[in-house]
């Protein structure tokens, strides 16, 4: 059976590089129970009576961005000598050994590292970055020296520079928008069409030079600028 690795990575602008060797890699004993994995998305209009119009009936909620994703798992590391383990480290050795994977700090990265997280194909790649861990000690020698643990880790989706400006992109229109006015034409009509909110027309007009526009002259060329 495939077992859950997580491996450290080395973040560029484009891409996200996983290292080689035994020490950038952890490898678990014994497979999670499960995992969780969560996706979400933003919406403006949801928060709160501030993001309306007085007297709105009810929220319009209008796409922002997509969240991280999200992923959340707990293994077990032995020490017992019960479970088969070739390297037959103590609870200690493994905890340290993935500690320095996961949470430690990079001198060179001047950040915890990103991690590659996989698990059979189900959990083919998941690059993300630690946010929790907790560890339970459930088993004990006489001398007081730890035999199981149970680690509990949760991770959020690691990006590159180059992701995120693309989802910052996503968030408004990319490029400033030049319309010709055409008869029947209202400036709330126009800022629905390109920013699907049409209460931003009393903006564009100030930023056009606009002094009637309940009244659009066909013809007129109207700039739409990108706008949150």
Same mark, same amino acid.
């Given at each position: 059976?495939? *077992?859950?690795?997580?491996?450290?990575?080395?973040?560029?602008?484009?891409?996200?590089?996983?290292? *080689?060797?035994?020490?950038?890699?952890?490898?678990?004993?014994?497979?999670?129970?499960?995992?969780?994995?969560?996706?979400?998305?933003?919406?403006?209009?949801?928060?709160?009576?501030?993001?309306?119009?007085?007297?709105?009936?009810?929220? %319009?909620?209008?796409?922002?961005?997509?969240?991280?994703?999200?992923?959340?798992?707990?293994?077990?590391?032995?020490?017992?000598? %019960?479970?088969?383990?070739?390297?037959?480290? /103590? %609870?200690?050795?493994?905890?340290?050994?993935?500690?320095?994977?996961?949470? #430690?700090?990079?001198?060179?990265?001047?950040?915890? /590292?990103?991690?590659?997280?996989?698990?059979?194909?189900?959990?083919?790649?998941?690059?993300?970055?630690?946010?929790?861990?907790?560890?339970?000690?459930?088993?004990?020698?006489?001398?007081?020296?730890?035999?199981?643990? @149970?680690?509990?880790?949760?991770?959020?989706?690691?990006?590159?520079?180059?992701?995120?400006?693309?989802?910052?992109?996503?968030?408004?229109?990319?490029?400033?928008? %030049?319309?010709?006015?055409?008869?029947? #034409? /209202?400036?709330?009509?126009?800022?629905?069409?390109?920013? @699907?909110?049409?209460?931003?027309?009393?903006?564009?007009?100030?930023?056009?030079?606009?002094?009637?526009?309940?009244?659009?002259?066909?013809?007129?060329?109207?700039?739409?600028?990108?706008?949150?």
């Amino acid at each position: 059976m495939a *077992k859950l690795r997580i491996q450290r990575c080395k973040m560029g602008k484009s891409k996200i590089e996983p290292k *080689k060797g035994p020490a950038n890699i952890f490898e678990a004993v014994i497979n999670p129970e499960s995992y969780s994995h969560n996706f979400g998305l933003n919406y403006t209009g949801t928060m709160g009576q501030g993001e309306n119009p007085i007297g709105s009936s009810a929220p %319009v909620p209008k796409y922002a961005m997509a969240e991280p994703e999200k992923v959340s798992f707990s293994i077990i590391v032995d020490g017992t000598g %019960v479970v088969p383990d070739k390297k037959k480290q /103590t %609870v200690a050795k493994q905890i340290e050994q993935l500690r320095k994977i996961v949470y #430690d700090y990079d001198g060179d990265e001047h950040e915890p /590292t990103a991690v590659k997280i996989m698990w059979g194909k189900g959990l083919k790649a998941f690059f993300g970055r630690l946010t929790s861990m907790s560890m339970d000690y459930t088993l004990f020698h006489p001398n007081g020296e730890a035999l199981r643990a @149970k680690i509990k880790m949760d991770f959020i989706e690691a990006r590159t520079e180059a992701q995120e400006a693309l989802e910052a992109k996503r968030k408004s229109p990319d490029l400033t928008h %030049v319309v010709q006015v055409v008869d029947g #034409d /209202t400036l709330p009509m126009l800022c629905h069409r390109i920013y @699907k909110d049409a209460g931003k027309y009393l903006e564009i007009a100030a930023l056009n030079g606009l002094d009637n526009f309940r009244s659009l002259t066909p013809g007129t060329l109207l700039r739409f600028p990108p706008m949150r």
